[in-house]
């Protein structure tokens, strides 16, 4: 996903669309019930998933992949992401990739980085403050205060977010959804699960 933007509104478009892309990321892993799995079968969450397939530099599926029935759903969502011995293949969870310091410690940096930005994990959070689905909801919350300071003609303030953004995404996003996804393609590529992973962390790589 591009980090370096233009000047002016063609720069907020492409802020805001980025907000909307790490919104639709983080909706897509939203645990399976019986609301996400109409969710997934809406028209626009499959041309979502197309247009972010078609801007990555690797080929990646243009149809949304997705299991058959909902049954499926949940017990591939379990068995990847949430259930095994002694951990499940690919928990969605930084601080069991990220082995340059302990736990806690991994923990706590990303709650630094949310208070930094005005944000605090809500008391009702059921995932810890390094899961996946809170690093992206933090990036899109970054992008659209991005793209409101410049639209408020706040360069300085806007930079500084932007540099946030990116010391975020080498800290705690890029370390580990690379290896996360290189686990899931060599137990089983052609599953949705390693698609999605695999998809996302291309969308988090650096641009060249």
Not at 75 to 85: M, P
Not at 169 to 179: G, Q
Request: with cysteine.
């Amino acid at each position: 996903m591009p980090t370096e933007l233009s000047t002016g509104t063609s720069a907020i478009a492409e802020l805001r669309e980025q907000a909307a892309q790490w919104r639709f990321l983080h909706d897509l892993f939203r645990f399976p019930d019986a609301r996400q799995w109409a969710w997934l079968n809406e028209p626009w969450v499959a041309e979502a998933w197309r247009r972010l397939a078609s801007t990555a530099a690797k080929p990646h599926p243009l149809d949304l992949p997705r299991p058959g029935e909902p049954s499926e759903y949940e017990q591939a969502f379990i068995a990847a992401f949430e259930v095994g011995l002694p951990d499940p293949p690919c928990p969605l969870i930084e601080s069991h990739w990220n082995r340059t310091g302990p736990a806690p410690e991994v923990l706590h940096e990303n709650l630094l980085f949310f208070r930094r930005f005005g944000l605090e994990l809500r008391s009702s959070a059921n995932e810890p403050a390094d899961h996946l689905r809170h690093q992206l909801e933090f990036l899109c919350y970054l992008c659209g205060l991005e793209a409101d300071l410049r639209g408020a003609d706040d360069a300085d303030r806007a930079a500084q977010i932007a540099l946030g953004r990116e010391e975020f995404l080498d800290r705690h996003v890029r370390c580990w959804l690379p290896p996360a996804a290189a686990v899931l393609r060599r137990m089983a590529p052609d599953e949705w699960p390693a698609q999605w992973m695999s998809l996302l962390a291309e969308l988090v790589a650096p641009s060249a």
